[in-house]
C-alpha cells in the first residue's frame, strides 16, 4: 500500500516539475521574442498634400498682389513678418505678370509641422524698363497647422518673395546746363553749380521721393531730393550751393570747398540690391573746374 502511495506521489512531483519547467520555458521564450517598436504618430500623405497647397495659395496670391490674402495665410508669430509682407508689396509696385514656379519639391510632415524644400523660378516683367527678367533660387518653408489649418511660418534659404528680388540700383551724377551758374571764388560769396542726379531703383517703384547725399572733398555733406519721374526712376535736375570755407558747417545747405578745382561725389545706399547681398552704397563723382 505504501509503495502505491510514493510511486503515485512521485509521479504527481514529475507531473508538476513538468509543468514548472513548461511554464519557465514559455516564460523564457515571451521575454526572448522582440518587443514591437513604439510608432510615434506621423501626418499622413494627406495631411502634407493639404500644407503644399496651402504653400502654394500663398504663392497664386503673391503673383496677383493680394496682399490681404497673404496675412491671413502667414503665422502671426512669424519672425520678419512684417518685412516679408513689405517685400511682397515692393514686389507688386516693381513687377507685372509675376509667375513663380516650383520644382524638385520634396515635403516632409508631421503631426502639425512640415517642411517643405522646393527650387522656385520667377519670371515678371519690369514696370520701369519694360523688360523680362528671372531669378531663381532654392528655400525651405516651415508650415505650421493649427485651428484654421496650414500656415506659413518661415522662409530659410532665398527668399522668392522680397529678397531675391532686389535689384541693384543704378547711379548717376554730372553737371547740368542751368542759366546763371556760378563757381565759387571768394570766401564770402557763396556760388552754385548746375548738376544732374539720377537714380533707378526698381525695388522704390511707388515712392515718390528719394535721398541722396552730396559730399565734398574736404568731408563737408548735404542732402538732396530727388523726385520720381516714373515708378523706380528718381531725379534732380538744379544747383548745388558751394562756398570756399576752410571749416565744414553741416548745418547749413551749402558745401564747403578749400579751392578750386575739386571733386564732388554724390552717394546712394541700396537697402536691397538683391541675390541676398547686404546693402549696398554707390557713389558717383564729377569734377568742378
Not at 513663380?100 to 522656385?120: E, M, Y
Request: net charge neutral; hydrophobic share 45%; aromatic share 6%.
Amino acid at each position: 500500500m505504501r509503495k502505491k502511495l510514493l510511486a503515485s506521489g512521485l509521479g504527481l512531483l514529475l507531473l508538476a516539475g513538468a509543468g514548472f519547467i513548461q511554464s519557465v520555458s514559455a516564460a523564457e521564450e515571451i521575454a526572448s521574442e522582440p518587443k514591437p517598436a513604439v510608432v510615434k504618430p506621423v501626418a499622413d500623405l494627406a495631411e502634407a498634400q493639404k500644407a503644399q497647397l496651402a504653400l502654394d495659395e500663398v504663392i497664386r496670391a503673391y503673383e496677383m498682389g493680394n496682399v490681404n490674402l497673404i496675412r491671413t495665410r502667414l503665422d502671426p508669430a512669424m519672425i520678419g513678418y512684417q518685412r516679408l509682407i513689405d517685400g511682397i508689396i515692393q514686389d507688386g509696385n516693381a513687377f507685372k505678370q509675376i509667375r513663380l514656379h516650383l520644382f524638385d519639391t520634396q515635403v516632409v510632415a508631421g503631426p502639425d509641422v512640415a517642411v517643405i524644400q522646393t527650387s522656385w523660378e520667377k519670371r515678371f516683367l519690369s514696370v520701369t524698363s519694360f523688360q523680362p527678367g528671372i531669378f531663381s533660387g532654392r528655400s525651405m518653408f516651415l508650415m505650421h497647422r493649427g485651428k484654421e489649418g496650414w500656415r506659413m511660418a518661415a522662409v530659410s534659404g532665398d527668399n522668392p518673395f522680397s529678397s531675391q528680388s532686389g535689384v541693384l540700383g543704378q547711379l548717376t551724377f554730372g553737371p547740368a546746363m542751368i542759366p546763371g551758374a556760378t563757381i565759387p571764388t571768394a570766401l564770402a560769396a557763396p556760388g552754385f553749380i548746375p548738376v544732374q542726379i539720377a537714380v533707378t531703383d526698381p525695388d522704390l517703384a511707388g515712392q515718390n521721393t528719394l535721398t541722396v547725399e552730396i559730399a565734398s572733398a574736404q568731408g563737408d555733406r548735404i542732402n538732396v531730393t530727388l523726385t520720381a519721374a516714373s515708378p523706380g526712376y528718381f531725379i534732380y535736375n538744379g544747383p548745388v550751393s558751394m562756398q570756399k570755407s576752410p571749416s565744414n558747417n553741416f548745418a547749413d545747405q551749402v558745401l564747403q570747398i578749400i579751392t578750386v578745382p575739386t571733386m564732388l561725389s554724390v552717394r546712394y545706399l541700396d537697402n536691397n540690391p538683391g541675390s541676398n547681398r547686404p546693402p549696398s552704397m554707390l557713389t558717383r563723382s564729377i569734377a568742378v573746374q
